[in-house]
Every structure is written in structure tokens, then in C-alpha cells.
């Protein structure tokens, strides 16, 4: 959820999309007590987070042919 917060600041939609997301990842997965599937979605987790911090870009339209 912090990654989400820094990488979609001032996008409420992009914000709110994220967050259900992620609680629905969660919810599907409650319940999992095999270690090595839980090991397995952290990596995953951890893998997404690198690929949010490093290729996301939001851009702002600061004038009518700016962004």
C-alpha cells in the first residue's frame, strides 16, 4: 500500500483501482499455510513493487499541448 501511495500520489482513481487490488490479492490468499506458496507471493509482492517503483510514469497536463 505505501508503494501504491508514492507511485499514484494525487490519482485518486489509479489510488482506489490499486487498493482493491491489492485487498483482493489478499483476500484470495488469507487462508494459504503452505510455506513455500507464501514465500512464493511475497517474491511475486516484492517483484511487482520493483516494477511499480521503475516503470510507472504519471504525467500532468500543465497546458493544453504540455504534459
Given at each position: ?17 490499486a487498493r482493491e487490488k491489492i485487498n483482493e490479492e489478499f ?32 504525467a500532468v497536463h500543465t497546458d493544453s499541448?504540455?504534459?
Amino acid at each position: 500500500h505505501r508503494t501504491r501511495q508514492e507511485v499514484f500520489k494525487s490519482d485518486a482513481r489509479a489510488l482506489e483501482a490499486a487498493r482493491e487490488k491489492i485487498n483482493e490479492e489478499f483476500r484470495n490468499y488469507q487462508d494459504e499455510t503452505s510455506e513455500e506458496k507464501i514465500i512464493e507471493l511475497l517474491k511475486i509482492a516484492s517483484d511487482v513493487e520493483v516494477i511499480l517503483r521503475t516503470s510507472v510514469i504519471q504525467a500532468v497536463h500543465t497546458d493544453s499541448d504540455k504534459i
